[in-house]
């Protein structure tokens, strides 16, 4: 029987020792299909493809997937395009940026108004390095290849208009030909990167190699982390695309020049190999807001030529940053913090090593999400530093199982589609999945139009729900598993999943339209969880 209606939190309360609910997503390199995992380890999800990713996947809010495309090149990370995956497999963005002049690589990110954010290396020749203050010394080939971003919006199935730009070649200052307009004495310009460093030969023009990005909605930054200067790069993402090739403009007043750096203080000269802190870093981020920690970076850094060994670690560090998002510098040092606020490695350092790909992510109950990714190897940390749970990627097969990193999501309910007509009706199918240990639970689907703050808490269960009690909840409360309302109660199978069918009948009452209808289910007996909510749009 139906426990009475007050619907749980997205997320479950939990304690820190034990692990996040929800569903890990991955690629594996290897493959070409991207899987949700659940706290068991078994695939409750499959979005099918045909080409290996080129490197990230993400889950969007809506339930589809966005995942990166290796059309062509042949440096790690290499890719091409993108595309938006509904449910059901079906293609319903797919955008290229792959020709001469450029390639998209690595990672992408999606920021708050659905725009996406894309890494890209763009080719120009050794001519134009060399004009740029490039030592010949360090050329090999005719091509050089930093990187630059772009943010695309969709214009279409297939096409996409790039909205604002940054080059990482309009930032830059040089010591070694004092005929350039760039020549200046690297350590007074932190704000610019030194296009001689690291002094080497880099293949096939790959200087920069960023690996990561990520976005501040809080301050409207960007930052990338580059894999070959080992630091990561904090930019202004309020600029123009003529402010973020200048030095001025934005809210930082900085144009696109670098409002932080870390990692590696050698790299604008003021410090040596000795004030190092990043070898080969992977997935620079935030942590999110309403996590713990939140505003601090976290990243997977790998150990790459670490002079204390071959080992990787999950660092966090705590940015000299003001509320504003102005960070501070004193003349002639470098930027902080010189220590970490957090790191976790193996007991054993040697035994937690990944020279190359991987990525960690801080959950909301404080525990850390980690991907060991060259052994395909996934687990959780305590902030004690204990391991509360533990995965083995084996797909596509246990020899082929890399993963560039994970992400785990609270996301339990995908309908089949976003909207319905207020004049003609409509279906939906609705798709719930708990994960395989909430196998034969009880289980009630219920809407409101009231939206989904500050939610509906269930007396006696800790629980809240996102949704608002409604009149259009107590009818759907009232007629579960009527006609307009199949599958709406009932139990889990043995994945822990179950599907439901809302069918208006013919036309819904005028004054629906322009409304947002949201769906969210829990398990019963006992009240102990519940799903994320989801919106239908009603439209005229």
Same mark, same amino acid.
Request: net charge negative; charged share 15%.
């Given at each position: ?41 078994? #695939? ?23 995942? /990166? ?55 120009? /020749? ?24 772009? !943010? ?6 297939? &096409? ?5 730009? +940054? ?39 790959? +200087? ?30 309020? /600029? ?45 981020? +935030? ?8 505003? =601090?970076?976290?990243?997977? =850094? ?41 790191? +976790? ?44 749970? !533990? ?73 809240? #729900? ?9 009818? #759907?409360? &009232? ?52 799903? =994320?909510?989801?919106?239908? !749009?009603?439209?005229?």
């Amino acid at each position: 029987m139906f426990t009475p209606f007050l619907l749980v939190s997205p997320l479950l309360a939990q304690g820190a020792g034990q692990p996040q609910d929800g569903f890990v997503l991955l690629a594996p390199q290897s493959g070409t299909d991207a899987h949700l995992l659940d706290n068991q380890g078994q #695939v409750v999800h499959t979005w099918p493809g045909t080409i290996v990713p080129g490197n990230a996947v993400y889950l969007l809010p809506g339930g589809n997937l966005l995942r /990166t495309l290796h059309r062509s090149g042949s440096l790690g990370g290499s890719g091409g395009g993108l595309q938006e995956v509904a449910y059901d497999g079906t293609v319903v963005f797919d955008f290229t940026y792959d020709n001469a002049d450029h390639l998209s690589h690595h990672d992408v990110e999606v920021l708050p108004n659905g725009n996406v954010l894309v890494i890209a290396w763009e080719y120009i /020749t050794r001519g134009d390095a060399i004009a740029a203050g490039r030592n010949p010394a360090y050329l090999s080939g005719s091509v050089f290849a930093p990187d630059h971003l772009i !943010e695309v919006v969709r214009t279409g199935p297939s &096409a996409g208009q790039i909205v604002w730009e +940054w080059h990482l070649m309009d930032h830059l200052v040089q010591d070694f030909d004092p005929s350039k307009s760039n020549y200046g004495v690297v350590a007074d310009h932190p704000e610019l990167m030194d296009i001689n460093y690291p002094p080497r030969r880099v293949n096939q023009g790959d +200087w920069n190699h960023v690996n990561s990005v990520d976005y501040h909605p809080g301050f409207d930054q960007i930052v990338i982390s580059s894999h070959n200067i080992n630091e990561f790069w904090v930019i202004d993402h309020s /600029t123009t695309t003529v402010e973020a090739a200048s030095h001025s403009g934005g809210q930082s007043g900085m144009g696109g020049d670098f409002l932080y750096r870390w990692g590696n203080p050698e790299a604008y000269g003021r410090g040596t190999p000795t004030n190092r802190m990043l070898w080969g870093q992977h997935d620079v981020q +935030w942590i999110d807001d309403g996590r713990p920690g939140a505003g =601090n970076f976290l990243l997977f =850094n790998n150990g790459l030529n670490r002079p204390a060994g071959a080992w990787s670690s999950i660092d966090e560090l705590v940015p000299p940053v003001d509320s504003a998002g102005n960070y501070s510098i004193q003349p002639g040092t470098a930027f902080g913090p010189t220590q970490l606020a957090w790191t +976790w490695s193996a007991t054993n350092p040697p035994d937690f090593y990944s020279q190359n790909i991987s990525g960690c992510e801080r959950m909301d109950n404080g525990n850390t999400l980690v991907c060991s990714g060259n052994q395909g190897w996934l687990f959780e940390v305590t902030p004690a530093g204990d391991m509360v749970w !533990e995965h083995q990627n084996t797909l596509p097969s246990p020899n082929t199982n890399r993963v560039f990193k994970v992400r785990r999501y609270n996301h339990f309910l995908w309908p089949e589609v976003a909207s319905i007509s207020t004049s003609v009706g409509g279906t939906v199918e609705f798709h719930l999945k708990a994960g395989t240990h909430q196998a034969g639970r009880n289980y009630v689907l219920a809407a409101c139009v009231s939206g989904t703050s500050p939610g509906t808490t269930i007396p006696g269960t800790g629980i809240t #729900v996102p949704l608002n009690r409604d009149y259009v909840t107590d009818f #759907v409360l &009232a007629n579960l598993n009527s006609s307009m309302l199949g599958g709406f109660a009932g139990t889990l199978d043995a994945q822990g999943a179950a599907d439901a069918l809302l069918n208006t009948m013919g036309a819904l009452p005028p004054a629906m339209a322009g409304r947002t209808v949201h769906f969210a289910f829990v398990l019963t007996n006992p009240v102990d969880f519940a799903s =994320n909510a989801m919106g239908i !749009e009603v439209l005229p």
